[in-house]
């Protein structure tokens, strides 16, 4: 398929850069007081403030640039928005900057990420301009880190943004395809009607009906270490089957493959900083089509467990293909399995877009995960195994139902149905959106990643690394 992500890097350390004064709003005066009378009286007189991602160009006499400043603003006003450094640099003019800041540590690395992720574009079908202004890599920072993080989440957003026309079943294997012979990774497909043989009756039930065959995409990586499985929801285009969904809620579902596009994003950065943990990645990609073949409301399948699945919602798709990848993976008893989808409307009402809901019983990575959310500025919300909610998955004539009727705690059930299918192994699931519905600092409208910069933070605790 050939994607290649934007490069997002920082700018060679070989340029002349332009001094550029990360200040927060109570440190303002301070530095002014050491500024020269016409650094002052232009600070002052552009009504300057340090407000979070407030710029200003600062000119010497001889009408060149002296320096440039960005606003940090305070603690309180950084709480309502996360990447000023990003907001500020989309607002300054052309050129290389080099910051200067009091910053070290996680703050830092977050606000020269942001300012990466800020220049990201998605150019492929019309042109599309990137912010001009270029970061030198903050000293006392893992530029190559940061730049990985990047290259990543831009791998995200770019899948998530290319249209199911160009970015169904087929595509998507093609671009784990390529991410696997970048890093040297294994890589196999069952498709098609293999799937039946080799006991995946759910993937290729849910995608039998498209033009494109469904398949089971696995990629794996590294001899040593923890085992570590990542599942990801690659439903390329949701009609919502028989169950048609109006054309407003249908108007978006090219981002019903953000869980594989988000897992892949996050298998590229751990390949890439060489995480020392056997990694695999396991990728239902299907289109929930309406065709004379399509499954049925009323069906009752037998998945790859062996548990039988009521089906009173053809929409409900993305956990029956899940289903049948988490069952699979757990046969390889791996350390820690987590699976990420766009599943349910149920958690965008809950939590609204930011927020990456996520289920686990274990305490342990509930704790890293919290700890490398706020490290990574990528937040994520707990949500709970409610096992008292497990009857509304049980109908009586089958095993499980993959819809629940009366639209309570969707995303909950959703998450019960799944960890059904996670036998015993260490198992979270997020239920993550995908999408930024407005632009924000370093995050442009569009497809975008969440909670795989909080998980690669916290892996190393979690996997003992």
């Known amino acids: 398929m050939d994607l290649k992500p934007v490069d997002l890097k920082f700018a060679s350390v070989d340029v002349d850069a332009t001094p550029l004064y990360l200040l927060e709003a109570d440190g303002l005066e301070a530095w002014l007081g050491q500024q020269s009378v016409p650094v002052k009286t232009w600070v002052k007189g552009a009504g300057f403030a340090a407000k979070p991602g407030e710029a200003l160009a600062v000119p010497a006499t001889d009408g060149s640039m002296l320096c440039a400043l960005a606003g940090y603003g305070d603690v309180a006003a950084r709480k309502r ?132 065959a469904p398949r089971l995409i696995d990629m794996r990586w590294g001899a040593a270490g923890p085992k570590l499985t990542l599942v990801g929801k690659g439903v390329c285009f949701d009609t919502g089957g028989l169950n048609l969904k109006p ?126 959310a706020a490290t990574a500025q990528d937040p994520v919300w707990r949500m709970p195994f409610w096992e008292a909610y497990e009857t509304m998955i049980e109908p009586g004539i089958a095993d499980l139902d993959n819809a629940p009727s009366g639209g309570f705690a969707g995303c909950i059930t959703a998450a019960l149905f799944l960890r059904r299918f996670a036998g015993d192994v260490n198992y979270a699931h997020f239920d993550i959106y995908g999408w930024n519905p407005a632009a924000k600092p370093a995050r442009p409208k569009g497809g975008v990643g969440m909670a795989a910069r909080a998980l690669l933070e916290a892996l190393p605790e979690v996997l003992e690394l």
């Not at 093609?174 to 498709?191: C, D, N, P, T, Y």
């Open 81 to 212: 928005g996360r990447f000023a450094l990003a907001a500020a640099a989309a607002r300054l003019p052309e050129g290389n900057y080099k910051l200067v800041s009091t910053l070290e540590g996680p703050e830092l690395e977050a606000e020269a990420l942001g300012w990466l992720l800020g220049q990201y574009v998605f150019d492929r079908y019309a042109e599309a301009k990137a912010p001009a202004a270029r970061l030198l890599a903050p000293e006392g920072m893992n530029a190559a880190k940061i730049e990985a993080i990047a290259k990543g989440e831009a791998l995200t957003r770019d899948l998530i943004n290319t249209p199911a026309n160009d970015m169904g079943p087929v595509a998507l294997e093609a671009a784990a395809s390529e991410l696997a012979q970048a890093h040297g990774a294994e890589f196999h497909v069952i498709r098609g009607e293999a799937l039946l043989d080799e006991n995946f009756p759910l993937i290729h039930t849910v995608g039998r009906a498209s033009d494109q």
């Open 247 to 372: 054309g407003a809620s249908m108007a978006l579902m090219k981002k019903d493959m953000g869980g594989a596009a988000t897992v892949l994003g996050l298998a590229h950065m751990i390949m890439a900083l060489e995480l020392k943990v056997q990694l695999r990645v396991l990728i239902p990609a299907v289109e929930n089509a309406v065709s004379s073949n399509a499954f049925r409301p009323g069906d009752i399948l037998t998945s790859r467990k062996g548990l039988t699945v009521e089906i009173n919602n053809t929409d409900a798709e993305g956990r029956l293909v899940l289903a049948d990848a988490l069952a699979f993976g757990a046969e390889g008893t791996p350390d820690l399995m987590i699976s990420m989808a766009t599943l349910t409307g149920a958690a965008r009402v809950a939590v609204g877009p930011d927020l990456a809901p996520y289920f686990s019983d274990d305490e342990g990575f509930v704790s890293a995960l919290e700890t490398g």
